[in-house]
């Protein structure tokens, strides 16, 4: 969306921001550890579950940033009129109240919380907190990413061998061949993934069938660490671009900016 860049934020009130919303994000995760594993084992995925958890996670973060800060609004509350007209609030948040919901009512580790600031559609902070492993990911929009308050970098100068990683999605088997000689894992949260290549724990990553809720927060953290995200073809990506709720089909890539093509080269669509 073609609008001008005027911040206004201090870098005062940025870090202030960042402490209230990372406090947040923790009450709510205490709250969805109290539902953790609790699916019903006779169902494959447990959707009661997942929509009593999200809807109590919801009510937390809605609650606490509404109740502090004035002007904020949230995506989910906007219709497509609106963001078409661009009569939205100065700053907007993106909220995933449980990224990896197969994982969280499997009793599986690797699911969170993640939110993201956006002023006036540019991207200002990027949240995510994986309450069973205590990782809190946060990030300034093109500034610094943080792992619970220690700087991180995406890996520098990756080579790929045997002990290379690439994180995919659930279908990927479906939709590629590889001759990738490294290890191929997917660890069921797509903002999970991101991060992991944030902080070079992962090589990369590809993704596919995701909204601007899945991407918004993970992707400040991973071009913050210095990584990108790209079209599986080369062609950039822009978060921003979803917005208007619409869904990505074509397979992305994250990776260490510039590497893109490096990794890319190994995965050929069925």
């Known amino acids: 969306m073609p609008i001008e860049e005027t911040r206004s934020l201090t870098d005062r009130e940025l870090w202030t ?27 494959k995925f447990d959707d009661e579950l997942v929509t009593e958890a999200e809807n109590r996670a ?9 109740g502090s800060f004035d002007g904020h609004g949230f995506l989910r ?18 909220v995933d109240t449980l990224d990896g919901a ?10 969170g ?16 907190y994986l ?3 205590g990782e809190l990911y946060s990030a300034y929009a093109g500034k610094e990413a943080f792992l619970n308050d220690r700087p991180i970098k995406v890996r520098q100068d990756p080579t790929i061998d045997n002990e290379s990683l690439v994180l995919v999605y659930s279908r990927f088997h479906l939709d590629f061949t590889s001759n990738f000689p490294g290890k191929i894992r997917n660890l069921g949260s797509s903002a999970g993934h991101l991060a992991y290549v944030a902080r070079g724990a992962a090589d990369a990553c590809i993704m596919k069938n995701l909204t601007v ?13 210095g990584g990108e995200i790209r079209y599986l073809d080369g062609r950039p990506f822009h ?30 669509k069925t």
């Open 17 to 43: 921001l960042k402490e209230f919303v990372e406090n947040t994000l923790r009450k709510s995760g205490v709250v969805l550890l109290e539902m953790y594993g609790r699916g019903n084992r006779k169902l």
């Open 58 to 66: 919801w009510d937390i973060i809605q609650d606490k940033i509404r």
């Open 77 to 94: 509350d906007l219709s497509e009129e609106q963001l078409e007209s661009q009569d939205v609030p100065r700053f907007l948040w993106i």
């Open 102 to 111: 197969a994982s969280f009512q499997a009793g599986m580790p690797v699911w």
């Open 113 to 128: 919380i993640s939110a993201a600031l956006f002023e006036k559609f540019w991207p200002v902070l990027g949240f995510l």
């Open 131 to 133: 309450p069973v492993t």
């Open 213 to 225: 809720r899945d991407l918004a927060a993970g992707s400040i953290i991973l071009e913050a660490a």
């Open 239 to 268: 978060v921003g671009d979803l917005l208007d709720g619409q869904r990505i089909e074509d397979p992305l890539i994250a990776s260490p900016k510039g590497c893109f093509e490096y990794f890319g080269q190994y995965f050929t």
